[in-house]
């Protein structure tokens, strides 16, 4: 299987754009070109593939003008602009470059122009220069060509060069030269390069065919009075602030290949849809533990949520510890794997962010990339796995400056005033003064975790809680009250100093904002952020309510360090009560307040920056701060209104298709528009022009459409519009369908498929292969337990013996998960002993009442290298999805109620694997056996917990009363 673009696709199609040049005309109108030798040093400069040099005379005037066209990926042809190269030529620039448009017959053109001059011995030499991109047909000059052509397999500029009077031209009318011969080269051109009239891709006959596999707050229409009270605020920003109604004043950096930033769910709807809720899901990848039944189940609701279309998914092979790990093998084997999965899958330039689900390690201990290195002690040795994510650039090179405390470019520094805020691209380039650069730069991605449900985080149904109401709150201009608790607690000090600006900003532009002398909010009923500074955190008993929405956190040493034996307030007892998102540092920060949130990050987040974008704009020093929730939240977003002509749920769609996208918004007007197919994007256009996309570059049957409208402010708010549609262009069809839509977790589920003609049919879940079939139709069965609980997406792709023409995908099935019938439970024994009932291979017997400790069989007087045998019985409450973790070397077995669960073996691994146990039971008792076979460090880390809460939150070490044997 392929994905859209694989690196042979592309290769041909540059080189097929590349060679189109060559069929420029001699003869254009009045004007007659004549071949000249083209600058090598250009075009290697600009990393040309292809290029025509010409100089043409019109043969009715005598005029004369250059002509220079070259192609190449979009990448390079995009930086190099003649204010950069005549500069850098020995010319000097005598104005600033303006605009021109010229109506020709193939409709109207932009190109920017400007005069150079260069003295050369005693005289002066001007030219006059015109230059213009092309990708699809339109001749366009964009202020910034790097982001309006980051992506696509080629990319065609054109320079009009004319000699003479520095004075010349300066009216762009018929009686301009230049402004004659581009009526004419410009169709001629377009012929050439285009002559099937629509992109470069559609040139051939049989174009490449895709084989990738779709592989309580007011509803914002409620809310939108206030929203534009705000926006008429927002407009109002002076002294510094940033002016949402500026357009984007800042070039951009090139482009990374291997860049990175998720689970997905293809999104088919019976209807378009306009999507409010969620922000950039596009531009997300969702990285999920394949290992973990709770990584899976998150990402699945997350996904549904937040409409992250299914190629943005990342399954990760991980079967260590889930709370700590090394930076070697965090490099190699969980940030490397991403990084690589979205190269190859050719997302590069539209991942932003890097989203874990649950189940990861989230303290990265990093002591091989600092040691030597004289790092003061502040600088403690370990970073969690979202700073060191946000930081993937450094961190893949083995770079430490990573823990740097002013390593963040994107921090938006206050130098005593009040920040601008800045929406995010990960191919940005950021300087050490937090400057946009041309070139260069440094390049982060944003990261956070969906929940931690281990120690001292939260259950799964408290992380699946706080991805409800995040999503809810989107685009609600809430009415709630942001508070900062200042007190004399060094914890506040070091950063209260900005509280009172901060809140200050925030009245100015109508959000409720409030400092006040305390360590918690008490009995506040609109808690809509908490900024804190305090060791313990008692919310349970503020009597305050936190609103959907809210970030609240605490500057405080632990408060990421979510291990079971920590201390301090953890920052999950802030998403336990209703936070969307939160942070604390994995080790000691040693009170520097550069790692921590300043407070003008719930400015940035009132302007309508993501939760994610706001962190990151508010942390000099990232590296340790464990950032947990929904980082696609954005209760201020002025989310604009897409809607689509030419494209509807019940079309049939062929050929080249026109896509003629609008938006309604009461913010900063769209500066372009965007189309994504199945995830991927494939167009771009201004605000004004129609999308044009060839529907023959893919396979028949299902796709999912999306089309992005951003807004041009800097904060860079996007909506969608979704819909789904049927593609036939060969007459292949497809269907996939189940007798229910409901599957029972450990019991077979039944899909038929019927594709006629097909010689093959495969059934994927967020790009992972989970069944097949020989044949046209049949009956594939599936387990599942691969799926995770929740609602899930399965596709079929059905494969014809005769080539991509006789692929066909057919619609997406939708299937929810829900947990199996539960186990019973039997009649404990009477006499009962606290603690578990251990057994080794040379018949010592003992009791274990604590696993907490790294030694406990060694306490219960057993050696290292025994295997043994534990039994116990728990009593259950109230029926629930429970849990085991288990980390072991050697052979291990799990039964309970003598239903065999794990039979796993990890003697020849050379880490301890970590297995992760789900089982749905009943109240009452349950029998419970483990044996663990012998190996040269015989070891066991045991923990249990629920779904929801089991003796406190999260995943924790078995201990005291819990368990119990028979006397």
Known sequence: MSERWNEDELARELEAASKRVENVPLFVGDWKGSDEETDESQLEAAHAVGSLTRDFRNVRTGEKLSFFVICGKPRHVAIHTPDDCYVASGFEMLNKPEVVEVETEDGPVTFRTTVFKKIQGNAAHHVR???????????????????????????????????????????????????????????????????????????????????????????????????????????????????????????????????????????????????????????????????????????????????????????????????????????????????????????DSQIDYVIYSVDFP??????????????????????????????WELVTAKNPNYVRIDANGYYRRTDGGVPASHGFRSWYGWDSQGQLVEAGGNHYVLSTMLGVTTGRGNSVNEVLECLKRSASADA????????????????????????????????????????????????????????????????????????????????????????????????????????????????????????????????????????????????????QLLIVGDPLCRPWAIIPLIECEGLTSSDTLSGVISLKPSARTIGPPIDRFELFVDGQRHASSSANRPLNFDTRTLLDGYHEFRIVGIEAGNIESQGSFITGAVVNNHGRTASLSAKNDVALWGQPFEVTVDAPGAALVALYHNKQRIASLRGEQGTMS?????????????????????????????????????????????????????????????????????????????????????????????????????????QHRGRLTLSVDGQPLLDADSSNKDHREMNIVPVHLAAGSHRVEITLTPTPETRLRLQFGSQDRFNGPGVRSIRGRQFWHAG
């Open 476 to 623: 609600t201009s809430p009415r709630g009250t942001i508070y900062f608790a200042r007190n004399e607690d060094v914890r506040s000090q070091a950063r209260h100093n900005y509280f009172t600006l901060a809140a200050d900003a925030l009245q100015k532009i109508g959000v409720q904002a409030e400092v006040i002398e305390a360590v918690t909010p008490l009995k506040k009923p609109d808690v809509q952020g908490a900024m804190l500074g305090t060791h313990t955190v008692d919310w349970g008993r503020s009597g305050s309510t936190i609103l959907p929405g809210a970030i609240c956190e605490h500057f405080t040493s632990f408060g990421g360090m979510l291990q079971e034996n920590a201390s301090q307030t953890p920052l999950s007892e802030f998403i336990r009560y209703g936070a969307a998102g939160s942070s604390g540092t994995v080790i000691e920060p040693y009170a520097i307040a550069e790692k921590f949130p300043s407070a003008f990050m719930q400015l940035h987040y009132a302007r309508g920056c993501s939760l994610a974008e706001s962190f990151y704009q508010a942390v000099a020093g990232p590296y």
């Open 129 to 347: 220069v015109y230059w213009a991109w092309n990708r699809d047909g339109i001749w366009e000059a964009p202020e910034y060509p790097r982001l309006a052509y980051a992506w696509g397999p080629s990319l065609y500029k054109m320079y009009i060069i004319s000699h003479g009077d520095p004075a010349m031209e300066e009216t762009f009318d018929d009686d301009n030269p230049a402004v004659r011969f581009m009526k004419a080269i410009v169709p001629a051109t377009n012929n050439a390069l285009f002559p099937n009239g629509s992109d470069s891709s559609a040139d051939s006959e049989q174009p490449q065919q895709a084989l990738s596999p779709k592989e309580s707050t007011d509803s914002p229409e409620e809310a939108r009075p206030r929203i534009q009270k705000r926006v008429d605020m927002l407009g109002a920003e002076k002294n510094g602030v940033v002016m949402l109604w500026s357009k984007l004043p800042f070039a951009f950096a090139h482009l990374r290949r291997a860049v990175v930033s998720l689970i997905a769910l293809l999104v088919h709807l019976a209807v378009g849809a306009v999507v409010l809720a969620g922000g950039g899901a596009e531009n997300c990848v969702v990285v999920v533990n394949q290992n973990s039944w709770a990584s899976k189940t998150v990402a699945n609701h997350f996904i549904q949520l937040r409409n992250v279309p299914s190629c943005n998914v990342v399954y990760v092979d991980w079967d260590e510890g889930v709370e700590t790990t090394d930076v070697d093998s965090f490099r190699s084997k969980i940030l490397t794997p991403v990084l690589t999965t979205i190269a190859g899958r050719h997302l």
């Open 362 to 391: 989230f303290e990265v201990q990093i002591q091989k990339d600092i040691e030597g290195r004289n790092a003061p002690k502040q600088i403690t040795p370990s970073g969690s796995i979202t700073g060191l994510t946000y930081f």
């Open 782 to 886: 599936i387990d599942p337990k691969q799926l995770g609980l929740g609602p899930v997406t399965l596709e079929a792709l059905a494969l014809g013996s005769g080539g991509p023409s006789e692929h066909v995908l057919a619609k997406p099935l939708q299937v929810n998960v829900v947990p199996g019938p539960p186990l019973a439970g039997e009649t404990p024994p009477e006499d009962r002993e606290i603690g578990w009932l251990l057994q080794t291979d040379s018949g010592v017997r003992g009791v274990v009442t604590d696993f907490s400790s790294g030694d406990w069989l060694r306490k219960a007087g057993a050696e290292t290298n025994q295997g043994f045998q534990l039994s116990g019985w728990i009593s259950i409450k109230s029926q629930d999805v429970y849990q085991f973790h288990l």
